[in-house]
């Protein structure tokens, strides 16, 4: 079974902190991701990578950056914590040659900036 | 500009009975399309997916019917239980590409 596991389940933070959001998978899978999900809004991607030291900007980057040193791991930094970034963040993984590129996801980091 | 649409934000239907949901797309370049499912402070899950060659696709209770002449597809489940209430988000990727793209989602409530 894929796993992907995040860091934290549940984070509080304050206005300003820089916080690190971490995710490993354990399948060996090229492609990661983070999205944030918040009410009707749905899933909306930050980041992605292909590949280790490799980065592609998704749908919203701004006040993130990510990090991808080993195959295995992605964290996503914000660099300044604001209260417009109190969300579920959600990372996911998949294999290149997946035919529906179908996702594995995390259980997500519910995290809230005071 | 929104490729895939899931425009019922909720849905509320009696258990036993079908759930049906709906999702528009508008890329003709999509050729795959999968459904996920998600509970409150969970991950989404792969429950289901189709590929444009096929009209429609089935997994026990769960059903996808796709239409590329309309650019919609649909999830159908039967019959319909406490556990399917849930968050559903179509989402849907070209041949080659290595990302998703995901609806809003919609909300299932299966009342008893």
């Known amino acids: 079974d894929v796993k992907v596991t995040q860091s934290s389940r549940y984070l509080v933070k304050r206005t300003g902190e820089k916080v690190f959001l971490e995710c490993v998978q354990d399948?060996?899978?090229?492609?990661m991701f983070w999205y944030r999900q918040d009410p009707g809004l749905g899933l909306r991607l930050i980041y992605f990578?292909?590949?280790?030291?490799?980065?592609e900007k998704g749908d919203i980057p701004e006040g993130y950056s990510v990090s991808r040193e080993k195959k295995e791991r992605f964290s996503l930094i914000l660099e300044s914590a604001s209260t417009n970034q109190t969300s579920m963040y959600l990372c996911?993984?998949?294999?290149?040659?997946?035919?529906?590129?179908?996702?594995?996801f995390g259980p997500g980091t519910r995290l809230t900036v005071l | 500009d929104q490729q895939v649409k899931q425009n019922s934000p909720s849905l509320s239907v009696q258990e036993g009975r079908i759930s049906i949901l709906n999702c528009d797309y508008t890329n003709s370049m999509f050729d795959y399309f999968l459904w996920y499912k998600k509970y409150p402070a969970e991950g989404p899950t792969f429950l289901i997916s189709i590929s444009s060659i096929k009209d429609k696709n089935e997994d026990g209770r769960f059903t996808v019917f796709l239409n590329k002449s309309a650019k919609h597809l649909s999830l159908h489940i039967v019959p319909s239980q406490p556990g399917d209430s849930a968050v559903y988000f179509c989402a849907a990727s070209e041949r080659g590409a290595d990302g998703l793209t995901f609806g809003k989602g919609t909300h299932l409530i299966i009342q008893p």
């Open positions: 399948m060996d899978h090229e492609n």
């Open positions: 996911a993984s998949s294999f290149v040659r997946s035919t529906f590129n179908e996702q594995f």
């Open positions: 990578s292909y590949d280790v030291k490799m980065k």
